[in-house]
């Protein structure tokens, strides 16, 4: 019942070294977001898009980037990873960016060496 | 902007026993309050959430309380089982207009002991 997909589940990488996640979708939800999640903390919203229209919150750092080629594919691009980066990246989307229900996708657990 | 306090971060209680959790949120605008049940290692997922024209909601051994003049909602679960064992986190979200984002309290850890 895969709904949101997200690959790799676990992904290590070497600092500086870039890095790409991604997260595909089959429901068909206009919206898509991404967050960072580290040991015992909340869920922490990097950006999101609603349709075509990116949106970064303001406390994302510009090492991380998102692209959205289609509805269905999301992408997380970490340009120079560092040391604390290595966190949980969980996709997730929702129907008309409203208060609707967010699916969260299963994660990816990055490591930075 | 919003702001949402949770408390308490953890949470241990005996099995059959009752849980609650509570939510502070301090974005009068906010309307829409859901909870999220996330087991280690694994994806939140949504178990109930409430919206800001209804006072209460339940579903099985779970219900949402809002009391939005005083800006706080809380979960409680009831006859707890050990599978209720997990990091809960309420959220609070102003979904009318613009697209407004969920806004996370820092989590309860609960632990239910057998």
């Known amino acids: 019942d895969a709904m949101v997909i997200q690959n790799p589940r676990y992904q290590v990488t070497q600092f500086g070294k870039p890095v790409t996640l991604s997260c595909s979708q089959t429901l068909n939800h206009n919206v898509m977001y991404w967050y960072q999640q580290k040991s015992s903390q909340a869920p922490k919203l990097l950006f999101h898009?609603?349709?075509?229209?990116?949106?970064n919150e303001a406390d994302t750092p510009d090492n991380f980037q998102s692209r959205r080629p289609n509805t269905s594919f999301c992408f997380l691009d970490i340009r120079s990873p560092g040391l604390g980066d290595a966190a949980m990246y969980l996709c997730?989307?929702?129907?008309?960016?409203?208060?609707?229900?967010?699916?969260f996708g299963p994660g990816t657990r990055l490591t930075v060496l | 902007g919003e702001n949402v306090e949770q408390h308490p971060s953890t949470l241990s209680v005996q099995e059959g026993d009752s849980a609650v959790i509570k939510c502070t949120y301090s974005?009068?605008?906010?309307?829409?309050f859901p909870w999220y049940k996330q087991e280690l290692g694994k994806r939140p997922q949504l178990i109930i959430d409430?919206?800001?024209?209804?006072g209460e909601k339940k579903d099985q051994r779970i219900a949402v309380t809002l009391n939005k003049t005083a800006k706080h909602f809380s979960l409680h679960i009831t006859e707890t089982q050990p599978e209720d064992s997990a990091v809960y986190f309420c959220a609070a979200k102003n979904y009318g207009g613009s697209q407004g984002n969920l806004i996370f309290g820092k989590g309860t850890k609960l632990s239910v002991k057998p």
């Open positions: 974005d009068s605008a906010s309307n829409y």
């Open positions: 409430i919206r800001s024209n209804v």
């Open positions: 898009y609603y349709d075509k229209d990116f949106n």
């Open positions: 997730a989307t929702s129907s008309q960016g409203g208060g609707n229900e967010q699916f």
